[in-house]
């Protein structure tokens, strides 16, 4: 626990120089928040639950830095000034011989709804990063493991939070969140798992612009230590038309290479429709080449390929847009089933060029595999 805490505080010094340095004058308002999170497992599989290894549940520590931009010509008055950042995950998921002491680092952003001047504010928190020291599935040494077929994984998150103000710098923070681990079956067995529990913790608000203003310990001159949100930005209508073209590749492991390094290369090629309703909200529709290198017992390249067709939503903020699609085959499914869902996070790199990073799923939901994409709109109107 020691050891871990040391490589915590490492770690968030080196991150908080970084971001420090890059951000904005506007992104005065910082925070510091220490969690600890407990609760159970939603798991799909028999074996692990046969063998008592999800019996006591599991708890978890998260530490993060939060920036809160106060620019009120910014993207961020259109969500009611969001607070984002970087954290530090470390959990306890019981037999760290069988799962491993799984380790984190991922981004977030804190959405507020209702009113985020209230003294006990909502909020929803998403992330997303990578999982290490994970204690991956061995055939001789760890074959009860089948969640993790590898030490590294997508870490994702959801908080549903509250954040009540106890002093004018402390908050203490309360709720509910779900937490999920997963490699996309780029390594077998994946059956990953899924956490849900409580969190409770404290948060340290600040103002970055203390120092410049009377960096005097013993000042009576101080500055406010919180962003008081003025009045949402109304949107207008922007009523934009786009095509897309998107290239997509990964890799992914058979059941029966499981524990092995072996892997086949799968590709998607899409061609979208885009609408863009206004700064927040978007529709999709397009069409999908799929090609599974997996399908080794078909001889032609052709017989290892499947169209599928698509619509989906588009949420968008500062460059980035979380998307969620959901589609059928109007070709041989290949056994992957009647549908597939796509969630992603597309990173607009300018107007016209994007970088985006998903994952695309069988029937049901379980992973098929992820996707490394980049993408261009060669037409907007």
Same mark, same amino acid.
């Given at each position: ?28 308002? /910082? ?87 209230? /003294? ?30 590898? /030490? ?22 309360? @709720? ?35 120092? %410049? ?9 101080? %500055? ?33 290479? @499981? ?42 390249? @052709? ?8 619509? @989906? ?32 996070? /597309? ?35």
């Amino acid at each position: 626990m020691f050891h871990t805490m040391k490589k915590i505080c490492l770690l968030l010094t080196l991150l908080t120089c970084y971001f420090s340095q890059s951000q904005s004058p506007s992104d005065k308002f /910082r925070s510091i928040e220490v969690k600890s999170n407990y609760g159970s497992y939603l798991y799909t599989g028999t074996a692990l639950s046969e063998a008592g290894f999800l019996d006591a549940g599991y708890g978890a520590i998260n530490v993060k830095i939060g920036w809160q931009s106060s620019n009120t010509e910014s993207w961020a008055g259109y969500y009611k000034y969001p607070t984002y950042g970087i954290g530090l995950y470390s959990g306890f998921l019981g037999n760290a011989e069988v799962f491993g002491n799984p380790s984190a680092v991922y981004g977030f952003i804190d959405f507020p709804i209702g009113n985020p001047n209230r /003294r006990n504010k909502f909020s929803i928190e998403p992330s997303l990063g990578i999982t290490y020291n994970l204690q991956e599935y061995n055939a001789e040494e760890n074959p009860i493991n089948d969640a993790f077929g590898a /030490r590294a994984a997508v870490y994702f998150g959801l908080d549903f939070g509250f954040e009540y103000r106890f002093t004018r710098e402390l908050d203490l923070t309360y @709720g509910f969140d779900f937490t999920h681990f997963s490699n996309g079956s780029s390594y077998q067995p994946n059956l990953g798992l899924n956490l849900w529990g409580i969190n409770l913790g404290v948060k340290y608000n600040y103002n970055a612009a203390q120092k %410049v203003v009377d960096n005097d310990p013993y000042t009576k001159n101080l %500055v406010q230590a919180r962003f008081k949100s003025p009045e949402k930005t109304k949107m207008t209508k922007i009523n934009e038309n786009s095509i897309s073209i998107m290239l997509a590749a990964g890799g992914k492991q058979t059941k029966e290479d @499981g524990g092995t390094g072996r892997q086949f290369g799968v590709f998607s090629g899409v061609l979208d429709y885009e609408h863009r309703f206004n700064e927040i909200h978007g529709i999709t529709g397009g069409i999908d080449f799929f090609y599974d290198n997996t399908f080794q017992e078909f001889e032609e390249a @052709g017989d290892r390929s499947a169209i599928g067709v698509h619509a @989906g939503y588009d949420f968008n903020f500062w460059k980035m847009v979380i998307k969620a699609q959901l589609g059928t085959y109007i070709t041989d499914d290949l056994g992957k089933g009647a549908y597939f869902m796509r969630p992603a996070i /597309r990173y607009n790199i300018n107007k016209t060029l994007f970088a985006q990073f998903g994952l695309k799923t069988l029937d049901g939901g379980a992973a098929d595999y992820l996707e490394f994409a980049f993408g261009f709109k060669p037409f907007k109107w």
